[in-house]
């Protein structure tokens, strides 16, 4: 079985609701008897694979399905699993037309399931979970590729402003706080141990930071698979999973997604291992060139700067996991599967570096 399909099985459907996950489901439908125009029980309630950060539920009724993501019980970090932003920027985008799942309601009261928590439609169509849109004839598949780039041009050509996000996050040093904040998680994480090529890449990138972009709002995590397409055409019906979305470079967000291009797939949706002229795909050239056409850019002059940080910020992720494996704190087989491709992420960033050397 492909990576690809491990990670579709792993993260499609509905479960019963897990153990330690279950809630006061009477309370639930009283609050949306109060709060959600048009709620109608009986409800019952499964809960989503995916969506392990926030837990994330299908609630059903005779008359509608909604989404409900609500902060995972338990003591939690400050600031972490921040479900009122999510709510905050997906109504924001709503109102701009930008395709995202409409919000019905936010509650910030602990009291009626035990944690914050939002309902949204439930938007049905297509996730594709290979890169490589393997489903879809090779003669349709640039259409796919040209919907997902203008959705990302569409979102950055969004002023925060506009839409009310202007103090969502913090307004310029984008890099800086970032490639500071990845470098004390790698350097403090001591269990997970120092690598030469991310000692590099720390010292590196804050003598290599290009000029400052525009501030734009940034998705932060945009991937095929973080995206429904409609049921039969190659268009982005909702982007989906806003949790790491803020104010920040557009060039990064953008350089992130293209990203694909150089991902083995086995670490996340990729084509690091695909010829895209055999497939009918763009090339990453012309992935490039498309957006700064529909964005009004002359291109991209520090790409490959982009791709390096990109790939650092991964690579310090998965060294926190390497390091909460070690501790006995991440157990799952998922997280000792991902530590084994820290080392590859390493390399893919160090050779991004030396692309700009």
Same mark, same amino acid.
């Given at each position: 079985?492909? &990576?690809? +399909?491990? &990670?579709?099985? +792993?993260?499609?459907?509905?479960?019963?609701?897990?153990?330690?996950?279950?809630?006061?489901?009477?309370?639930?439908?009283?609050?949306?008897?109060?709060?959600?125009?048009?709620?109608?029980?009986?409800?019952?309630?499964?809960?989503?694979?995916?969506?392990?950060?926030?837990? *994330?539920?299908?609630?059903?009724?005779?008359?509608?399905?909604?989404?409900?993501?609500?902060?995972?019980?338990?003591?939690?970090?400050?600031?972490?699993?921040?479900?009122? $932003?999510?709510?905050?920027?997906?109504?924001?985008?709503?109102?701009?037309?930008?395709?995202?799942?409409?919000?019905?309601?936010?509650?910030?009261?602990?009291?009626?399931?035990?944690? #914050?928590?939002?309902? @949204?439609? @439930?938007?049905?169509?297509?996730?594709? #979970?290979?890169? &490589?849109?393997?489903?879809?004839? !090779?003669?349709? $598949?640039?259409?796919?590729?040209?919907?997902?780039?203008?959705?990302? !041009?569409?979102?950055?050509?969004?002023?925060?402003?506009?839409?009310?996000?202007?103090?969502?996050?913090?307004?310029?040093?984008?890099?800086?706080?970032?490639?500071?904040?990845?470098?004390?998680?790698?350097?403090?994480?001591?269990?997970?141990?120092?690598?030469?090529?991310?000692?590099?890449?720390?010292? #590196?990138?804050?003598?290599?930071?290009?000029?400052?972009?525009?501030? $734009?709002?940034?998705?932060?995590?945009?991937?095929?698979?973080?995206?429904?397409?409609?049921? *039969?055409?190659? $268009?982005?019906?909702?982007?989906? /999973? #806003?949790?790491?979305?803020?104010?920040?470079?557009?060039?990064? /967000?953008?350089?992130?997604?293209?990203?694909?291009?150089?991902?083995?797939?086995?670490?996340?949706?990729?084509?690091?291992?695909?010829?895209?002229?055999?497939?009918?795909?763009?090339?990453?050239?012309?992935?490039? !060139?498309?957006?700064? !056409?529909?964005?009004?850019?002359?291109?991209?002059? /520090?790409?490959?700067?982009?791709?390096?940080?990109n790939f650092f910020r991964m690579a310090a992720i998965f060294h926190g996991i390497?390091?909460?494996?070690?501790?006995?704190?991440?157990?799952?087989?998922?997280?000792?599967?991902?530590?084994?491709?820290?080392?590859?992420?390493?390399?893919?960033?160090?050779?991004?570096?030396?692309?700009?050397?």
């Amino acid at each position: 079985m492909t &990576s690809a +399909a491990v &990670s579709a099985d +792993a993260n499609t459907g509905t479960t019963p609701v897990r153990a330690g996950f279950g809630f006061d489901e009477v309370a639930l439908a009283a609050w949306m008897k109060a709060h959600v125009a048009g709620f109608g029980g009986p409800l019952s309630l499964r809960q989503f694979k995916g969506g392990q950060s926030n837990p *994330t539920y299908q609630l059903v009724t005779p008359g509608k399905t909604y989404v409900l993501r609500r902060k995972p019980p338990g003591k939690l970090a400050r600031g972490a699993h921040a479900v009122d $932003r999510e709510a905050r920027v997906l109504r924001a985008l709503a109102k701009a037309g930008f395709p995202v799942a409409r919000v019905y309601g936010l509650c910030t009261d602990d009291s009626v399931i035990g944690s #914050w928590f939002y309902i @949204m439609e @439930m938007v049905e169509g297509r996730i594709f #979970w290979n890169a &490589s849109f393997p489903e879809i004839a !090779a003669t349709e $598949r640039p259409a796919y590729f040209w919907a997902m780039n203008d959705t990302l !041009a569409r979102l950055h050509m969004i002023a925060p402003e506009a839409v009310g996000l202007q103090d969502y996050g913090r307004a310029g040093n984008y890099f800086e706080r970032q490639i500071s904040r990845w470098s004390r998680s790698y350097l403090d994480d001591t269990d997970a141990g120092l690598d030469p090529g991310m000692d590099r890449l720390v010292e #590196w990138l804050p003598t290599a930071i290009p000029p400052a972009a525009e501030t $734009r709002i940034v998705h932060g995590d945009f991937r095929c698979d973080n995206l429904i397409f409609h049921p *039969t055409e190659p $268009r982005v019906i909702a982007v989906l /999973d #806003w949790e790491l979305s803020t104010l920040g470079c557009p060039l990064a /967000d953008f350089t992130y997604h293209a990203m694909m291009y150089r991902m083995p797939p086995e670490i996340v949706a990729g084509l690091g291992d695909v010829d895209p002229a055999s497939l009918n795909i763009p090339t990453e050239e012309e992935y490039i !060139a498309r957006y700064c !056409a529909t964005t009004g850019r002359r291109g991209i002059p /520090d790409y490959t700067f982009y791709v390096a940080f990109n790939f650092f910020r991964m690579a310090a992720i998965f060294h926190g996991i390497k390091g909460r494996v070690i501790r006995g704190q991440a157990a799952s087989p998922h997280s000792v599967a991902r530590v084994k491709h820290y080392p590859k992420l390493v390399r893919l960033a160090v050779e991004a570096a030396d692309e700009c050397l």
